[in-house]
C-alpha cells in the first residue's frame, strides 16, 4: 500500500504539478452545473489511466504540423518547463471536463489570451497565428484521435461505438469555445479530418529535436525512466506508419507492435493500480458536490 501510495503521489504530482491536490478539489469539490455529466463518454475517457498514453500520442503527432510545431518551438518552455507545461494541460482537460461550468468557460478563456499572443512567421515568411481555426482544428484533431485510441486499446472499460461517437461530438463542444469552426463530432469524421491534414504534415527539424528530447531526454529521475519508456512505447505503438520514420520515432524489432501492445498494457495497469486511491477521493468529492448541490 505504502508503494502505491508513494508511486501514485509521484504520478499525479509530475502530470497534476504542486498545486494538484487543490486543483483538484476545487475542480471536485465545488457545487454547480457542469458541462458534461458525470459518467458520460467524456468523463470515462478523461478519467481513464490510458490518457498517459494518449497524451504522448497527441504530442508526438501533433508535432507533424510544421506551423503548429514553430509555434510550440518559439513560443513555449517545452525545453525548460515540459512538465509544467503538462501540468497545465491536464489541468485544462480536467476542468472543462469535471469542473464547474464557470470554471470551465474561465479556463477557455485564459487559454485563448494566451492564443492572442502567439504568432510569428515561419522561415519562408509564411504567417502562422495560434488562433487560426485551422491549426487548433488540427491540434484538437490530434489529441482526441489519440485519446480515443488510447482508450479504444487501453482503457479499464471501453465504449461501444455509439459511446466513442458520443465522445467526439462531446469534445466538440470544448473545441467549438476554443474556436475551431467545425470540429468532427463522429469517429468517421474525426478520422477523415486527420487524413484531409495528411498533404501538409511533415517533420521539421523543431519537431525531431522535441521528440528527441521528450523520449530519450526527459525530464525525470532516473529510476523514473523505464516506467516512462514503458508508457511511450504504448503510446508509439498508436502512431500511424508513416509518422515513425520521419520523426526519428524507436522501433522494435518484427513485432514492435505487438511488444508496444503489451508494454502499453502493462503501463496504464501500473498506472490505475498506482492512482486508485485518487480516484476513490474523487468520488468521494464528487458525492460531496452531489449533497452540497442537492442542499
Same mark, same amino acid.
Given at each position: 500500500?505504502?508503494?502505491?501510495?508513494? &508511486?501514485?503521489?509521484?504520478?499525479?504530482?509530475?502530470?497534476?504539478?504542486?498545486?494538484? !491536490?487543490?486543483?483538484? =478539489?476545487?475542480?471536485?469539490?465545488?457545487?454547480? !452545473?457542469?458541462?458534461?455529466?458525470?459518467?458520460?463518454?467524456?468523463?470515462?475517457?478523461?478519467?481513464?489511466?490510458?490518457?498517459?498514453?494518449?497524451?504522448?500520442?497527441?504530442?508526438?503527432?501533433?508535432?507533424?504540423?510544421?506551423?503548429? #510545431?514553430? @509555434?510550440?518551438?518559439?513560443?513555449?518552455?517545452?525545453?525548460?518547463? #515540459?512538465?509544467?507545461?503538462?501540468?497545465?494541460?491536464?489541468?485544462?482537460?480536467?476542468?472543462?471536463?469535471?469542473?464547474?461550468?464557470?470554471?470551465? =468557460? =474561465?479556463?477557455?478563456?485564459?487559454?485563448?489570451?494566451?492564443?492572442?499572443?502567439?504568432?510569428?512567421?515561419?522561415?519562408?515568411?509564411?504567417? *502562422?497565428?495560434?488562433?487560426?481555426?485551422?491549426?487548433?482544428?488540427?491540434?484538437?484533431?490530434?489529441?482526441? =484521435?489519440?485519446?480515443?485510441?488510447?482508450?479504444?486499446? *487501453?482503457?479499464?472499460?471501453? &465504449?461501444?461505438?455509439?459511446?466513442?461517437?458520443? *465522445?467526439?461530438?462531446?469534445?466538440?463542444?470544448?473545441?467549438? $469555445?476554443?474556436?475551431?469552426?467545425?470540429?468532427?463530432?463522429?469517429?468517421?469524421?474525426?478520422?477523415?479530418?486527420?487524413?484531409?491534414?495528411?498533404?501538409?504534415?511533415?517533420?521539421?527539424?523543431?519537431?525531431?529535436? @522535441?521528440?528527441? *528530447?521528450?523520449?530519450? $531526454? !526527459?525530464?525525470? !529521475?532516473?529510476?523514473?525512466r523505464p516506467a516512462y519508456w514503458v508508457l511511450v512505447a504504448g503510446a508509439v505503438g498508436l502512431m500511424p506508419d508513416w509518422t515513425r520514420e520521419p520523426l526519428d520515432l524507436p522501433t522494435m524489432p518484427i513485432v514492435h507492435d505487438r511488444v508496444a501492445d503489451a508494454l502499453g498494457r502493462a503501463g496504464t495497469r501500473t498506472v490505475r493500480w498506482a492512482t486508485a486511491p485518487d480516484r476513490a477521493l474523487t468520488a468521494r468529492?464528487?458525492?460531496?458536490?452531489?449533497?452540497?448541490?442537492?442542499?
Amino acid at each position: 500500500m505504502r508503494i502505491r501510495e508513494r &508511486l501514485g503521489q509521484a504520478l499525479f504530482e509530475r502530470v497534476a504539478g504542486p498545486d494538484g !491536490p487543490r486543483h483538484r =478539489q476545487r475542480i471536485h469539490g465545488t457545487p454547480g !452545473p457542469r458541462w458534461f455529466e458525470s459518467g458520460s463518454p467524456i468523463t470515462r475517457v478523461h478519467g481513464d489511466a490510458s490518457m498517459y498514453v494518449g497524451g504522448i500520442r497527441a504530442v508526438l503527432l501533433q508535432t507533424m504540423q510544421p506551423q503548429a #510545431m514553430t @509555434a510550440v518551438a518559439e513560443h513555449s518552455g517545452y525545453r525548460g518547463d #515540459m512538465w509544467g507545461r503538462l501540468a497545465r494541460t491536464s489541468r485544462f482537460l480536467a476542468v472543462t471536463t469535471f469542473g464547474t461550468a464557470d470554471d470551465a =468557460q =474561465q479556463a477557455v478563456d485564459v487559454v485563448r489570451a494566451i492564443h492572442d499572443r502567439v504568432h510569428g512567421s515561419m522561415p519562408d515568411g509564411t504567417p *502562422y497565428d495560434a488562433n487560426d481555426p485551422h491549426l487548433l482544428e488540427w491540434v484538437h484533431v490530434a489529441e482526441i =484521435q489519440s485519446f480515443l485510441l488510447a482508450h479504444r486499446r *487501453y482503457g479499464a472499460r471501453p &465504449l461501444d461505438p455509439a459511446g466513442y461517437d458520443e *465522445y467526439v461530438a462531446q469534445a466538440a463542444v470544448v473545441a467549438r $469555445k476554443l474556436g475551431v469552426l467545425e470540429p468532427p463530432t463522429t469517429q468517421a469524421e474525426l478520422h477523415a479530418a486527420l487524413e484531409r491534414f495528411r498533404p501538409e504534415l511533415r517533420a521539421i527539424d523543431h519537431a525531431r529535436d @522535441a521528440v528527441s *528530447y521528450l523520449i530519450r $531526454k !526527459p525530464e525525470l !529521475p532516473v529510476a523514473a525512466r523505464p516506467a516512462y519508456w514503458v508508457l511511450v512505447a504504448g503510446a508509439v505503438g498508436l502512431m500511424p506508419d508513416w509518422t515513425r520514420e520521419p520523426l526519428d520515432l524507436p522501433t522494435m524489432p518484427i513485432v514492435h507492435d505487438r511488444v508496444a501492445d503489451a508494454l502499453g498494457r502493462a503501463g496504464t495497469r501500473t498506472v490505475r493500480w498506482a492512482t486508485a486511491p485518487d480516484r476513490a477521493l474523487t468520488a468521494r468529492l464528487a458525492r460531496t458536490r452531489a449533497v452540497s448541490a442537492a442542499g
